[in-house]
Nanobody, 127 residues
Framework: QVQLVESGGGLVQAGGSLRLSCAAS????????MGWFRQAPGKEREFVAE????????NYADSVKGRFTISRDNAKNTVYLQMNSLRPEDTAVYYC????????????????????WGQGTQVTVSS
């Protein structure tokens, strides 16, 4: 079992920045690919970004490409999401998630492929 705890959310004006953190328990963090998802009120949860277990490969949703950066520090069991140039449409609860990674880093996996989820952290971007 892996426990994930997000932090770093808050209220920011459009154009501002936030850095989200996700702390993971256990000694197997480095074997998991990690992802960030978000869910706005009344909308489906959507993919934001993901990173391979070793931190070399990353993927982003088109809506955040060039603005957000996912990274990880396996020594600290932590994954980050640096969010720059925030827009009101980025307002959502942001969730980190973990999935087992096999021989290949299979990209853009659906929500159902992620095994563990955090409780979420609220990000609100005002205009």
């Amino acid at each position: 079992q892996v426990q994930l705890v997000e932090s770093g959310g808050g209220l920011v004006q459009a154009g501002g920045s936030l850095r989200l953190s996700c702390a993971a328990s256990g000694r197997t963090f480095s074997t998991y690919a990690m992802g960030w998802f978000r869910q706005a009120p009344g909308k489906e949860r959507e993919f934001v970004a993901e990173i391979s277990s070793g931190g070399v490969s990353t993927n982003y949703a088109d809506s955040v490409k060039g603005r957000f950066t996912i990274s990880r520090d396996n020594a600290k069991n932590t994954v980050y999401l640096q969010m720059n140039s925030l827009r009101p449409e980025d307002t959502a609860v942001y969730y980190c998630a973990a999935r087992r990674q096999g021989s290949y880093f299979l990209t853009y996996r659906p929500l159902g492929e992620y095994d563990y989820w955090g409780q979420g952290t609220q990000v609100t971007v005002s205009s």
